[in-house]
Structure formats: C-alpha cells, structure tokens
C-alpha cells in the first residue's frame, strides 16, 4: 500500500517544532536558524517531502482583506479602533472583515477557522475575556497568515503586539484619587488572567504603595461590566470600612458604581470619587460626567493596521514590534 505524501504538520511533529517555523526553514527565511533549515530540509529530503501544490495555489490566491476579531463592536473604545484601522486599510486598497466574539470563547475559534477558509491576507485579534487557550491564533500564524493583537493580547504566541500603557494609566488615575484625598481605593477589573487586568492592577497596587496606603483585598474584585458594578457595589458600600474611592477596568464598570453609589444616597466626589478607563461617550453621559483615562483607540488601531500591512507586504523580514500608545487623564465631576 503506498504510502501518503508528508505535510509540513507530519516535519513539525517529527522534529518538535512549530508547522509555521518549518514552512520558513523550506522558504529560507531570514528569522531561522541555519541549524533548523538544515534540520527540515533534511528531514524533507529523506522522506520525500514534496509542497502542496493546492494549497500553495490558494495561498497565493489570497484576495486584498484583512479580518478583525474583536469582543464588541457596539463598545466605544472598540468601535473607535476599528475606524482606525480601517482609515489605514482603505488608504492601501484593503478591505475590512470584523468578526464580534461577543465574549464567546467558541465563537472567537469559529471566527478564526472562518478567516482562514476565506483567505485574508492578515488578521487583527483582541482577544475574548474568557480565551485560556490560544491554538486557534497559532492555526491562523501556522497558514502562513500575518497576525497581530491588540489591546487584550497573548503573550504565549509571537507576533506583533499593540496596547496601551495599562500599568502607567492606572498608576497616575489611583495616584490622582491618592491626591485629592482617597485614602481607601476599591479596585473592579476584568478577569485577571488577562494581561490588560494584570498591568492595570500592579498600577493600582503601586500607587498604594508609594504613599503607603494598605492593600484591602477585599475591596478588590472582578467585575467589568455595568451591571455588575450595580450588583456588587452596595455590599462594598454597607462594609464597616466603607471606600472613598473607586477605580474601574473600564467607564461601563464606573457608570455602574456611580450609579449604585447615588442610589445609596451617597454623594459623588463629596463622599465617594470614582475613575473609569476608556473616555468613551458614556463618561460624558454621566451626571456626574466620569473622570477617566483616556486610551485613544483610533491611534492604537491605525498603528495595528499598519503593523499588519508591513507583515503583510514582508516588510518588516520576520522582525516583531511591541507598540504602545501612551495614556492621559480626564478629570471631571466624578472627583475633584
């Protein structure tokens, strides 16, 4: 019985290695080893690899799209990325597919499998608050498809990389609350496997620990969405050391402690003073309008964008950037 043809998956599994590295050693690509080339193209020789020819086919039939996974398309911050990556695709002759997870694990795998059977030239992640697993990302790198993440990212896969400065944003909001006279800071944030919810919390921690204000665990919590704030902040406020302050992962979290925090009589920034993370238009809907940290979401999509479009156009020869957009402050009614 003859034997079927070896894939680049069947070199990989052999020689303990990624399907995509073994793909660059047979292209002679620039960011390998010599050892590994020599390594593949002698298992390929000796048990006769030969290309897919199909596939090589479909591969170069890739049409001028770019997919974007993203959790939420009606968020603001998101909403505000997307147009800036769009303004940089159409700019090159690019169209944009966006794919909304809607926080769903399995529809962000649904979504990734999607844009690799349609096959885009390139892909824009955020991840899903609830992604633990990323092998669906490396599906999409080892089809040879340019990818790049931004704001919630993993750490685990190399690519290139766009966040904002998570940690410095939340160091200067708790610092500002710090200030202006909190001396108890409650903390909501997003699952804390994340590495938006780790940067944002060591920023919280660090503030505290400047000026020596004590770490309370227990006012430290995860919750992100508004109406969970709305949920949780009345037992935090009925606590015999009730917070003067609270900082949120994000203005709808705020928008939901402000909201439980004037249902409770309690008044806002006299009693309580509050920070969201974001400045989207719901800050300015508050009464009081929230203090926030500004993430400008157009600029962190246009440098995605453009990040992808060099990969893309092998620009950038196998070389990975970590961009960061710096953060600023809002101050508004919300504290003083």
């Known amino acids: 019985m003859r034997k079927a043809p070896i894939t680049i998956k069947d070199i990989a599994r052999a020689l303990n290695i990624s399907p995509s590295t073994v793909s660059r050693a047979l292209k002679n690509h620039p960011d390998?080893?010599?050892d590994t080339k020599d390594s593949v193209n002698k298992y390929a020789k000796e048990y006769h690899y030969k290309p897919n020819t199909l596939a090589l086919s479909l591969r170069m039939s890739r049409n001028n799209t770019i997919g974007v996974i993203v959790p939420?398309?009606?968020n603001y911050f998101f909403s505000s990325i997307l147009s800036g990556i769009e303004q940089v695709a159409n700019k090159e002759d690019f169209n944009v597919i966006v794919c909304q997870s809607s926080e769903n694990y399995d529809k962000e795998v649904r979504d990734s499998k999607a844009l690799i059977a349609t096959r885009v030239s390139g892909v824009l992640a955020s991840l899903?608050?609830?992604?633990?697993n990323y092998d669906h990302f490396q599906d999409i790198i080892d089809s040879d498809i340019?990818?790049?993440f931004f704001d919630r990212i993993c750490i685990g896969i190399t690519t290139d990389r766009v966040v904002v400065d998570d940690y410095a944003g939340a160091f200067a909001a708790v610092e500002y609350l710090i200030q202006t006279g909190c001396k108890r800071i409650a903390f909501y944030s997003s699952p804390l496997h994340l590495e938006i919810s780790k940067n944002r919390k060591n920023g919280y921690l660090d503030a505290l620990r400047k000026y020596g204000l004590q770490v309370d665990e227990s006012l430290i919590r995860v919750c992100d969405t508004r109406e969970e704030a709305i949920i949780i902040t009345p037992e935090i406020l009925d606590s015999p050391k009730r917070p003067d302050g609270f900082f949120a992962i994000n203005d709808h979290c705020a928008a939901g402690i402000l909201y439980a925090v004037k249902l409770a009589k309690l008044r806002v920034p006299e009693d309580i003073s509050i920070f969201g993370f974001?400045?989207?238009e719901l800050a300015k809907a508050c009464d009081p309008m929230l203090s926030t940290v500004e993430q400008h979401?157009?600029?962190m999509g246009e440098h995605a964008a453009k990040l992808l479009l060099d990969k893309i156009n092998d620009i950038t020869h196998g070389q990975f950037s970590n961009k960061i957009v710096k953060t600023n402050l809002i101050i508004r009614g919300s504290t003083y």
């Open 32 to 34: 390998i080893s010599q």
């Open 72 to 74: 939420e398309i009606n």
């Open 128 to 132: 899903c608050k609830h992604t633990t």
């Open 146 to 148: 340019p990818l790049v």
């Open 278 to 280: 974001s400045d989207g």
């Open 297 to 299: 979401g157009f600029e």
